[in-house]
């Protein structure tokens, strides 16, 4: 399973990168008013930092702007990967997006019939949202389940990419059913590394290595 960040936050981005285990990034119009900078530099300057796909958004609704957005955005970097939307534009742009070899990230999927359709499109990412699915009363790793489901039945090459995640246990439960690809907070991925059994085991050692009196260097 590929780990995706879910920022927009370059310090943050540059720290996972750091660790080796980061595959890419994905941004949304609220993470970019979070950081408080300009849309097109936050981009630049994450695609700078991570090899693989940086998911920069259009914000237009319409499919004519939206391919017009999606030049500005790709000429940027290569590993720009364009996000847009679940509606019927933000598909005919997929569609389009794709037949000229640019990577697409359909976002705001909530329905395995969506994910249908985005694979349908040729999209390169499907985006389910199983964080706002749990929140509002759904079941969002039955969402994951059924879209591996289908793609399977078909064969669609299109890869899930498990969005709005909002603990460690949505990571477990997304790798079980075998999505392709995760995105998450920074400090959900930082929690992965933790269990308080490796902290008590660690301390544990450290303290007997200090009583022998022994050193490595
Ligand atoms: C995915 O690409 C989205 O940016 C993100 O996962 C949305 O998560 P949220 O529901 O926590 O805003």
Redesign the pocket.
Known sequence: MRF?V?TADTGAIADLAATGLLDGV???P??ILKSGRQFLDVVREICALVDGPV?A?VVALDHATMMKEADVLRKIAANVCI?VPLTVDGLKTCKALTSEGTSV?V??CFSANQALLAAKAGATFI?P?V??LD?NGFDGMELISDIRLIYDNYAFETEI?V????TPVHVLAAAKIGADVL???PAVIHALFNHVLTDKGLAGFEADWQKSGQSIL
């Not at 969005?163 to 909002?166: D, F, K, L, N, P």
């Open positions: 995706f879910d994905t941004t949304n609220s993470l998911s958004e996000k990230n976002t705001l985006s949202f964080g706002r929140d990419l969005a709005s995640v909002r995105t998450a907070p």
